[in-house]
């Protein structure tokens, strides 16, 4: 699965200048791979970062700084209270969303398509 949604960014996003992850917590694998792949700047946020590859930020009291200039913010499974801030910083800064929630989640956004991308499933809102 993994391999599916991180080859979709690759596919869609990588001449971009830079892709930010919202809520990177503990599970770097998808900023991981796009990092081996690309040669884009990729910044994950957290507003507990576990290491200091992370920078610490409030998706619902941001720094608008960090995602300024972003043609991407992506996040994994990111609890359902935040997804509205993540929609709504994308809108600030002129940048694509893309969520992947869990597999039993659905996200109530008018905003938000579904993509199914091979085995991959995620909302996206460009």
């Known amino acids: 699965m993994w391999k599916d949604f991180t080859q979709y960014i690759i596919n869609n996003y990588g001449n971009s200048d830079k892709i930010v992850e919202v809520g990177a917590g503990k ?20 507003i507990k970062p576990c290491c200091k590859d992370v920078f610490q930020d409030d998706i619902c009291n941001p720094n608008l700084k960090i995602y300024k200039g972003s043609s991407l913010i992506y996040s994994v499974r990111p609890q359902p209270e935040l997804q509205p801030c993540i929609i709504k910083v994308g809108e600030m800064v002129g940048a694509d969303i893309i969520i992947k929630p869990f597999s039993t989640e659905f996200i109530n956004s008018n905003k938000m398509k579904l993509v199914n991308y091979k085995k991959a499933t995620f909302y996206k809102y460009k």
Not at 33 to 45: E, P, V, W
């Open 27 to 46: 599970f770097h694998k998808v900023a991981s791979i796009l990092q081996k792949n690309l040669k884009t700047s990729i910044i994950m946020t957290d």
